[in-house]
């Protein structure tokens, strides 16, 4: 069972070029409906990542429709400039499917203080927008593995 096992979700895992092993390290997961109610649980710890400063803000509304999410940096300690990374995956992954940017959750895991290439993820991004299948479930798992050894 995977993310896309429940009807309306449409997944995709690529590599985008932000591991050195050129393993898959994004993936996109959206949530076409009927319903976007959504719900976060967060890290307690004081220092938070760029990604968790933008998700804890969108999931205020209460909704989400799209989950973008890489591996192999964590985007923490990246100051301003990691922050605005973190925006522009939003806003684009927003623009590439028709919904407000508030609606895009942003997560990443990794290594920490690495800054991630921005142009590498808004490239992920596009990528990952035009292979949303139905049953991408699995290759977005895979897409978000760090030292894993099974999916």
């Known amino acids: 069972m995977t993310v896309t096992a429940a009807q309306g979700f449409r997944a995709a895992g690529v590599t985008a070029g932000l591991k050195a092993s050129g393993t898959p390290d994004l993936a996109l997961v959206v949530n076409d409906g009927p319903s976007a109610s959504a719900a976060a649980v967060f890290t307690s710890n004081r ?83 035009g292979e949303l299948q139905a049953d991408g479930g699995e290759a977005a798992a895979t897409a978000i593995m760090t030292t894993d050894t099974v999916s």
């Not at 990542?49 to 985007?75: C, D, F, M």
């Not at 927003?94 to 407000?100: K, M």
């Open 47 to 129: 220092c938070k990542a760029n990604p968790v400063l933008w998700s804890e803000q969108a999931i205020k509304t209460g909704a989400a429709r799209a989950v973008v999410l890489n591996s192999g940096g964590a985007n923490c300690y990246t100051g301003p400039e990691g922050f605005q990374t973190v925006h522009e995956t939003a806003e684009l992954t927003a623009q590439l499917l028709g919904i407000g940017p508030i609606d895009v959750q942003v997560c990443s895991t990794g290594l920490i203080g690495l800054m991630n290439d921005r142009d590498t993820i808004l490239d992920g991004v596009r990528a990952a927008a």
